[in-house]
């Protein structure tokens, strides 16, 4: 089982900045998934799609987000970054970094980590 590790949340400001991490593990690459991605889940709400890169680097943002977080990645690092701008109370929730194959669909997730935006 691949690991992914998020790292980088806490608690901000409305307008602020946070940048959200999504490590993958030594065994692989994140570049043998097809698609990397971030999800969220606020509280009594169903998990909802934020961002993904592809193995080419096209990106893809939900409207909620757009012109505010920038999904990337670190290839030596193995890493997956979401630096999230403009931060307002409706982004807070718990993020999810995630991999997607053809055989297993986003079948890989981290443990998740909570953003809070005060108002």
């Known amino acids: 089982q691949v690991q992914l590790v998020e790292s980088g949340g806490g608690l901000v400001q409305t307008g602020g900045s946070l940048r959200l991490s999504c490590a993958c593990a030594?065994?692989?690459?994140?570049?043998?998934?097809?698609?990397m991605g971030w999800y969220r889940q606020a509280p009594g709400k169903q998990r909802e799609f934020v961002a993904e890169?592809?193995?080419?680097?096209?990106?893809d943002y939900a409207d909620s987000v757009k012109g505010r977080f920038t999904i990337s990645r670190d290839t030596a690092k193995n890493t997956m970054y979401l630096q999230m701008n403009s931060l307002q109370p409706a982004d807070t929730a718990v993020y999810y970094c995630?991999?997607?194959?053809?055989?297993?669909?986003?079948?890989?997730w981290g443990q998740g980590t909570q953003v809070t935006v005060s108002a």
């Open positions: 030594a065994t692989r690459s994140i570049l043998s998934f097809n698609r």
């Open positions: 890169i592809t193995t080419g680097g096209t990106t």
């Open positions: 995630a991999a997607f194959t053809i055989t297993r669909g986003w079948g890989t």
